[in-house]
């Protein structure tokens, strides 16, 4: 199935192609240091960036003018039932280049390579508490969140994730579909009936740093109106922000199973 015509954000000449070289993978492995911060025991190895070339996956740099800038790497999954995806592990832009498109760029790569093989699902998780990644992946790539993990990696030496439990969100990105096909060109997706919502203070991000007791408390709250919903059938299938909240959108998903 072809990918379409894609709405690029991009500005200036980056370039984004796939790393296959080991010095590009070496310096995959520094950039990801560089913008996380993780501890030794939380980096993944080189190693891992290798097999993911060898057995299926995918790894992509972003670039201006030669300088790797940012990265995005996927493993192959397998479902249930035999659905073959593939599982977003990573995707990271230097700090510099935040906001600017490159995060998009690397997605609509990955898309592209993916529907080329025949693949429609890519997945990966996040942080509900990270409002500038919810809208990116519910408003601006057209993923949706049926799923929902408390403390999936434990706790984390990354400075970005404070000292709070990783919750995580597990985004769909059926990226055949109408929906994300409509989205990646810039138009509006499907109208679904908004049936729920989960609302994160803007705040939340000086609060994850500076006032962690009042972030747990948003934390926990988030969480359980997440189980909640979800657990009754619901998807967060949109999200929308004003200066004081991020909040989802949460509705019945009629899309693929």
């Not at 000449?13 to 070496?26: D, G, H, S, V, Y």
């Not at 508490?129 to 949706?144: D, K, P, Q, S, Y």
């Not at 990354?158 to 060109?185: F, K, N, Q, Y």
């Not at 009936?193 to 609302?199: C, D, G, Y």
Request: with cysteine; aromatic share 10%.
């Amino acid at each position: 199935m072809a990918a379409g015509k894609e709405a690029v954000d991009a500005r200036w000449p980056i370039e984004i192609r796939p790393l296959t070289q080991n010095e590009e993978l070496a310096e995959a492995v520094r950039v990801q240091r560089q913008i996380w911060g993780f501890a030794d025991i939380d980096l993944l190895p080189y190693r891992l960036f290798v097999v993911a070339t060898k057995v299926g996956g995918q790894l992509f740099g972003a670039f201006d003018a030669g300088r790797m800038i940012g990265f995005c790497l996927a493993i192959p999954g397998l479902k249930a039932g035999g659905r073959y995806y593939l599982h977003s592990h990573m995707t990271g832009v230097l700090e510099a280049y935040q906001g600017r498109g490159v995060g998009r760029m690397l997605k609509l790569a990955q898309r592209r390579e993916a529907l080329g093989r025949g693949i429609d699902l890519i997945e990966w998780t996040f942080d509900p508490l990270e409002i500038g990644n919810a809208h990116f992946n519910l408003a601006r790539l057209g993923a949706v969140v049926r799923r929902f993990v408390e403390n999936q990696y434990g706790k984390s030496s990354s400075p970005l994730h404070g000292s709070l439990p990783t919750d995580r969100c597990v985004a769909e990105w059926w990226i055949g579909s109408p929906r994300v096909a409509a989205m990646v060109e810039g138009n509006a997706p499907p109208t679904a009936t908004v049936e729920a919502r989960i609302e994160v203070p803007q705040a939340i991000t000086a609060w994850k740093k500076d006032e962690v007791r009042k972030a747990r408390e948003v934390q926990t709250k988030v969480r359980e109106e997440f189980q909640h919903w979800l657990g009754r059938g619901l998807a967060a299938t949109g999200f929308a922000a004003t200066p004081e909240t991020g909040t989802y959108l949460l509705s019945r998903w009629e899309g693929p199973a």
